[in-house]
């Protein structure tokens, strides 16, 4: 029930965003077209903006079996490209990790991904032997700080750049489409203000 309601308000929701839409285009259209949202493209920003600022810090993990372990555990490794934790997602554990600045292969390497084990056994003795069901590898688009703002092109274009979350982007990610969000309705505003 809660669900059908849920699908209803955000039909509702839907709806009356489409209406706004129907009475605010042919005002603002001329320069709707010409918006450009860049909702985010990770590490792909250091050659499409371009950034130099931008740089990879590369993380590989492991996913395994879950033993059964129900709590999580992070800690800093004994070099600083190193971070040991575990994260036990019901039948299945994430174990990592790696913080590699600068390196960029995104194919697992076996000696890192043994290395991985043999750290989250030493902290979890239960996840010695556990299998092995998938190694991933992904890079963090790290930069000084995170950049969500709207830049003018010379040819009357704007992106609203969000970009830069590093580690965080997921944690992040509700709070900065929000203010996306919020940046593109204040270009709309502008837009519409200005005919
Ligand atoms: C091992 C690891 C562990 C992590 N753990 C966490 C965590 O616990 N919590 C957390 O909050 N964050 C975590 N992160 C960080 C998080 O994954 C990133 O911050 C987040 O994915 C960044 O989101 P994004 O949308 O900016 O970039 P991405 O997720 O990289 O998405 C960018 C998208 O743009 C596309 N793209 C790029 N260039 C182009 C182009 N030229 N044309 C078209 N499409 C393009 C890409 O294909 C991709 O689909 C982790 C990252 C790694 C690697």
Known sequence: MRR?????LSALSLTLA??????MVPAVHHRLHAL?????AGMGARELVPDPELLPVRGQVVVAVNPGLTDFFVGEG??????TYLFPH?????????????????RPDP??????LARCAAVQPRLAGAR???HRVGLRPVRPQVRLEAQAGSDGRFVVHNYGHGGAGVTLSWGCAQDVAREVG???GSAAGGV
């Open 4 to 8: 059908r309601r849920f699908i209803e």
């Open 36 to 40: 450009i949202f860049d909702l985010g």
């Open 18 to 23: 489409g209406l706004y839409l129907k009475t």
């Open 186 to 188: 204040r270009l709309l």
């Open 78 to 83: 004994s070099d600083a490209g190193e971070v």
């Open 132 to 134: 092995v069901l998938a």
């Open 90 to 106: 019901g039948a299945t554990v994430v174990l990592g990790g790696t913080q590699q600045a600068g390196a960029t292969v995104t």
């Open 111 to 116: 000696a890192t991904a043994a290395d991985i």
